[in-house]
């Protein structure tokens, strides 16, 4: 889940913390509201922004939390030191998550997954990692919006096997997740929360 160059500006950047922060992550706290303690996973960290909203917004007690960049990791843990031991950070692999069956209470997705080819692997792996009753809080760019020149010019993503709101919901179903809500924006955003039945 490599980004190139003009993804990791993106990513890097204040603006796109401030949006996560401010609209992505409080649409997804409307959905599916916020933990009450417990273990959360981010999938695709990044720089760590993800991490901290999870901690301060959602409520979690502790984030672990992997990208396939070993550079993010290392931005990542100069950002997150002062958080000290409730964060643990590791380059990973999304389809292959190094955790234990049943051992998170919440797993965050802002937007990563569209950069996985074999994005129903690693949405099996959130299942599997998930405990019943956790919650998957996803947040992603749907197929639509891949599909405008100027998009894919500059960004490297998967462009086959693509999914939209439909799609990605069914597979969050066909894993043993219960869709507990979903919304869309323009048809290239979505917004999904699950939840791991006991």
């Not at 958080?83 to 950070?89: I, M, N």
């Not at 956790?134 to 999914?163: I, Q, S």
């Amino acid at each position: 889940m490599l980004r190139n160059a003009v993804e990791k500006a993106v990513m890097n950047n204040p603006v796109r913390t401030a949006v996560q922060r401010r609209f992505e992550a409080r649409r997804l706290r409307q959905l599916g509201g916020r933990m009450q303690g417990g273990r959360a996973l981010e999938l695709g960290c990044g720089h760590g922004a993800g991490v901290e909203i999870i901690l301060d917004d959602f409520g979690a007690d502790q984030v672990d939390a992997f990208d396939g960049d070993a550079a993010m990791i290392e931005r990542a843990r100069y950002r997150l030191l002062r958080r000290g031991a409730r964060t643990r950070l590791w380059v990973g692999d999304t389809e292959r998550i190094h955790a234990a069956d049943d051992t998170y209470d919440a797993v965050f997705d802002f937007g990563s997954l569209h950069h996985v080819a074999a994005w129903r692997d690693a949405v099996r792996e959130i299942a599997r990692v998930l405990r019943p009753g956790g919650r998957f809080y996803g947040e992603e760019v749907l197929e639509r919006a891949g599909t405008y020149p100027l998009w894919r010019r500059v960004l490297e993503h998967p462009m086959v096997d693509r999914f939209d709101c439909v799609s990605f919901g069914g597979a969050l179903e066909d894993h043993g997740l219960r869709l507990l809500a979903s919304a869309e924006l323009w048809g290239q955003f979505g917004w999904f929360v699950a939840e791991k039945p006991n």
